[in-house]
């Protein structure tokens, strides 16, 4: 059975994102649904002495025109310093982690370069994220590739089928608004990812298990897969 899931590319993610990518064969990008100004897409959080803090990364808008753009075309605003702004934040806040000397090439990976659209730095930052998570030989994609239309559960169905899955596994929230009936009729099995993962100690408590993965690699290093998926990839 090969299982797929379709997420949309979100920055610095939290580690729910990637255990949905540790249990796919085939993971897709879903860059081409409409931009939303006010979720996850852009923006994400991290522990800080002073409290959970976002990290956005600013996007061109004129009125509400970046909301109606697809989420590939969503371009960078790079008119202010945020990457050194966002790079001086987390290594604050987690130089004295036990594992940031580990995983501090990360910051690397993401901040380096100027790319003109979103999508082209939260997708690579999501697939170095996912390599120090020890998640590989999954055959990546982006929606967008694919020249797929359709509503809602009709087009999930389609990507499902085009990608040669025979399993769709989504995140819990969607059972509010899938069609299972489309998938069944489909020959696709659905399933909903469940999520219930274990605190660990963190810098600066309460415990928060909603921030980006960046905080758990930076506190657990190597066990960071067991507080996600349990184990080894």
């Known amino acids: 059975?090969?299982?797929?899931?379709?997420?949309?590319p979100s920055y610095l993610p939290w580690r729910g994102y990637f255990h949905l990518m540790q249990r796919a064969d085939v993971f897709v990008f879903y860059d081409d649904v409409q931009y939303d100004r006010?979720?996850?897409?852009?923006?994400?959080?991290v522990k800080t002495a002073s409290g959970p803090r976002w990290l956005t990364v600013p996007v061109l808008s004129s009125g509400h025109i970046a909301e109606k753009l697809p989420l590939r075309d969503a371009r960078i605003d790079w008119r202010s310093p945020w990457p050194h702004?966002?790079?001086?934040?987390?290594?604050?806040?987690y130089a004295r982690a036990?594992?940031?000397?580990?995983h501090a090439a990360l910051l690397d990976a993401i901040f380096t370069g100027r790319p003109e659209r979103l999508c082209?730095?939260?997708?690579?930052?999501t697939v170095a994220l996912a390599e120090h998570l020890g998640?590989?030989?999954?055959r990546l994609l982006r929606s967008s590739e694919l020249g797929i239309e359709g509503d809602r559960t009709e087009r999930l169905v389609r990507?499902?089928?085009?990608?040669?899955?025979?399993?769709?596994?989504?995140?819990?929230?969607?059972?509010?608004?899938?069609?299972?009936?489309a998938f069944a009729r489909a020959g696709i099995e659905l399933a909903y990812m469940t999520y219930a993962y274990p605190e660990y100690e963190q810098l600066h408590p309460p415990?928060?298990?909603?921030?980006?993965?960046?905080?758990?690699?930076?506190?657990?290093g190597p066990r960071a897969p067991e507080l996600i998926w349990g184990g080894p990839t």
């Open 85 to 93: 702004k966002h790079r001086e934040t987390i290594r604050q806040s």
């Open 207 to 220: 415990f928060d298990g909603e921030v980006s993965v960046l905080d758990l690699l930076f506190m657990m």
């Open 38 to 45: 006010h979720g996850w897409r852009n923006r994400n959080r």
């Open 1 to 8: 059975m090969t299982t797929a899931v379709i997420l949309q």
């Open 159 to 181: 990507i499902v089928r085009a990608v040669g899955a025979t399993r769709y596994l989504s995140g819990p929230s969607a059972r509010s608004y899938l069609d299972e009936a």
């Open 135 to 138: 998640i590989a030989g999954r």
């Open 120 to 125: 082209d730095l939260t997708i690579p930052a």
């Open 98 to 102: 036990p594992h940031f000397a580990r």
